[in-house]
């Protein structure tokens, strides 16, 4: 708990990212460019580094606000970085389109090792544009044990189970799901697991590939009609809209008692760690987005941010130094260690005996927990906002808003996305 109390901090920073260029080193050699709070690559490239002194990296990290930017900026004065940092998704095929990113051979770079579902998100036509950077981070229905006891509630398997435990909650005067509304993000991710338990994965992979048809797929209005359906019963209280997640306020609630339920990215649980250990040793609970008996998505599957990814330059004149240090250097034991350490699950394939190895209960059962829900998940939707180009992003967003508002009906939410998308 300690470990894990004094890296939640960078953890939490992964999610709304910090301040600041810098330079971690300097020299002749290949350069990169990352996020301010990717502490396990800095140190990863301190390794390279005094193994290579002759061909060192130079390292450049970046607040999250301004790095998108500043890399299309680079990109587009040909002064990118031989390998840069990214999301995976559309944000990264739009540069593999414009012929900005070379492809990775599965032997260049050892790509076996990693989660099929995580790669998936940096995979355009079969090949492979990104190696896995980071830890994964899917989505998960985080409880309070205490609350839910008291209520007479049961964890939620199934979204009928759901159901009722909204209504048991709100019978007891606590707000029955903390949702951060005002952020809208974390309202997103209601909608993808709702789409993909109704209609399958296929669904949004068809929106994602430029369909603007499949927008008004039925799936996509019944999922919204749920989503609304919890809005009426209730289920994240009468002020989700004013409730912003940078702040914590959605933490919170749910370690004080006041909430039962939070949907939350799996750097949630570091941000509890520090906040509540005592909580989230004794009354903290954790289950998969539940089940719709009668909706045609596979229940295994997942939503939220597979890894953040490490690209290559086109052309990149240090091509054979990047794919040294992209298949020596990322996910190596002491990379995995470190994320272990710090409550992040890589995504590597065959690491039970590492988690075998962790002496914390707790940590042990929350690390193989998410390990096992990535392994396995057929498929690891990246959020939407991130999967769908940046011209769609802000649309998105303002359009979910609008239906957890109910300002618009289930249906119009596809109407007025489909002519976002054309």
């Known amino acids: 708990m300690a470990a894990l109390a004094a890296a939640a901090t ?3 920073l992964a999610a709304c990212g910090s301040s600041g260029p810098s330079a971690a080193s300097s020299g002749k050699g290949l350069t990169m460019w990352v996020l301010n709070d990717q502490t396990t690559i800095k140190e990863s490239v301190e390794a390279y580094n005094e193994d290579h002194p ?9 607040a999250n606000d301004d790095y998108k930017q500043k890399l299309r900026v680079a990109f587009g004065a040909n002064q990118a970085p031989d390998l840069f940092f990214n999301w995976g998704g559309g944000a990264l095929e739009d540069y593999v389109k414009a012929g900005k990113v070379d492809a990775l051979e599965s032997g260049e770079v050892d790509l076996p090792r990693f989660m099929p579902s995580v790669l998936d998100s940096a995979t355009l036509d079969g090949k492979f544009y990104g190696v896995p950077a980071n830890g994964i981070t899917p989505v998960v229905l985080y409880y309070n044990k205490k609350v839910l006891k008291d209520a007479g509630a049961e964890p939620p ?40 338990r109704e209609g399958g994965h296929t669904v949004f992979e068809k929106i994602a590939a430029g369909d603007s048809t499949a927008w008004k797929d039925p799936a996509v209005t019944k999922a919204n009609s749920r989503l609304q359906e919890l809005v009426e019963a209730g289920a994240f209280g009468g002020n989700a809209s004013s409730v912003g997640y940078d702040q914590g306020a959605a933490t919170a609630l749910l370690h004080t008692g006041k909430a039962g339920m939070e949907l939350m990215g799996t750097w949630e649980y570091a941000n509890l760690v520090k906040a509540a250990p005592d909580f989230v040793a004794k009354d903290l609970g954790y289950v998969p987005f539940p089940v719709l008996p009668r909706g045609k998505g596979d229940p295994k599957n997942i939503v939220g941010n597979p890894s953040n990814f490490l690209s290559l330059k086109a052309k990149s004149k240090n091509k054979s130094a990047a794919l040294t240090y992209l ?22 394939n065959k690491l039970e005996s590492k988690l075998a190895s962790v002496k914390s209960p ?23 906002d991130q999967d769908l180009p940046s011209d769609q992003a802000d649309p998105l967003l303002t359009n979910v808003d609008k239906s957890f508002l109910r300002q618009i009906d289930p249906e119009q939410f596809g109407v007025n996305m489909s002519k976002v998308a054309k």
């Open 10 to 12: 960078a953890l939490s």
């Open 362 to 384: 707790d940590n042990k059962k929350w690390l193989t927990f998410v390990y096992e829900l990535v392994r396995d998940a057929e498929n690891f939707q990246l959020s939407w």
């Open 327 to 348: 298949k020596d250097y990322v996910m190596n034991d002491a990379q995995i260690d470190s994320f272990l350490a710090t409550g992040s699950v890589p995504p590597v």
């Open 54 to 62: 002759d061909e060192k990296i130079t390292l450049r990290m970046f």
């Open 157 to 196: 398997k199934t979204y009928d189970e759901l159901l009722t435990a909204v209504k048991k909650l709100k019978g007891e005067g606590v707000t029955p799901i903390s949702l951060a509304a005002n952020s809208k993000w974390p309202t997103l991710m209601y909608l993808e697991y709702l789409l993909d």
